[in-house]
């Protein structure tokens, strides 16, 4: 067998039915173009219709298709995931990337705040993945694939709720791992750094912001979207199947310690 046979065998998606929230977004946008180039069937899913049908119609033949969903109603989660297993029949992947940010003091943060960013980013991920599991992965194995974040287990001013929420996030993609290993499932995190899509745009337009994060990643520059593609399709194809519970960082070093301190070398 070639190398590129081999590499196929390894870590294609053809005819693997992926469920990625999120899917309008910066980082969404970015894996479901990575994901339909190694052959995954794509159910792009967002809070509103016309940017999933652009990106459908940019992705091309394949099966993609557009769902509306709020994450955060559950209503709105059996709906979709009723419309996407009556349309493709099953979801082999789930891809857990909406989320919201809003950055204010840990004292100034009210209840109506806490509220939506916890009802995004936890209990919509929780409830989501528990009907996907319940609907369809329970009877044919899968894989499970959660952003959390940089802030899962290191924290930047302003962003108590979204840290905690991140924080869970690894917590659940721990308990997924171990209470579904008996299904074929495997769940792992991908814990993005500083990555510059529109939820992180307002950050790194501010010289201030822009140079403390510099200072804080080995690589000195935010990430692309387009870095994330390659561990999601590890983590989505059968090259992972004996990696679950993980949360990976792919952060250009800044969880490993960032830009060093000046020091001497002879080199
Ligand atoms: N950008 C970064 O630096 C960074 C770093 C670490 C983790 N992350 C995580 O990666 C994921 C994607 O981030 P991004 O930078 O692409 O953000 P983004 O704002 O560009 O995209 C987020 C998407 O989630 C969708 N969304 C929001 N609320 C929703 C709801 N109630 N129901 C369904 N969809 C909803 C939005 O419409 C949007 O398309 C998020 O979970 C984020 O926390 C991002």
């Known amino acids: 067998m070639s190398i590129s046979e081999n590499l196929e065998k390894l870590f294609s998606l053809q005819g693997k039915v992926v469920l990625l929230t999120g899917s309008a977004g910066g980082i969404g946008s970015e894996l479901a ?44 989660i059996s709906q979709c995931v009723h419309d996407i297993l009556f349309r493709h029949g ?16 840990f004292l100034d943060v009210e209840e109506a705040t806490y509220d939506r960013i916890m009802g995004v980013n936890l209990k919509g991920l929780y409830f989501l993945t528990q009907a996907v599991v319940r609907e369809s ?43 579904w290993a008996k299904f074929n499932i495997q769940a792992n995190a991908i814990a993005p750094g500083h990555i510059l899509t529109p939820l992180t745009a307002i950050t790194w337009a501010n010289e201030h912001r822009a140079g403390y994060l510099r200072e804080r990643i080995s690589a000195e520059r935010p990430g692309l979207p387009a870095e994330l593609v390659g561990i999601t399709v590890l983590l989505a194809s059968g090259a992972s199947n004996y990696m679950t519970g993980a949360l990976i960082n792919v952060d250009g070093g800044a969880i490993a310690g960032g830009k060093p301190w000046q020091f001497d070398t002879k080199y």
């Open 33 to 76: 173009r990575g994901l339909a180039g190694v052959g995954a069937e794509l159910a792009l899913a967002d809070l509103a219709m016309p940017p999933l049908q652009a990106l459908a119609d940019e992705l091309g033949g394949g099966g993609h298709a557009g769902y509306v969903l709020d994450i955060s109603d559950l209503d709105s």
């Open 137 to 179: 992965m329970m009877k044919t194995g899968g894989k499970i694939i959660n952003m959390a974040s940089y802030n899962s287990t290191s924290m930047l001013g302003g962003v108590s709720v979204y840290g905690a929420t991140k924080s869970a996030v690894a917590a659940l993609t721990r308990s997924m791992a171990i209470e």
């Open 90 to 105: 099953r979801i082999d992947v789930l891809i857990n990337c909406a989320g919201i940010n809003k950055r204010e003091g």
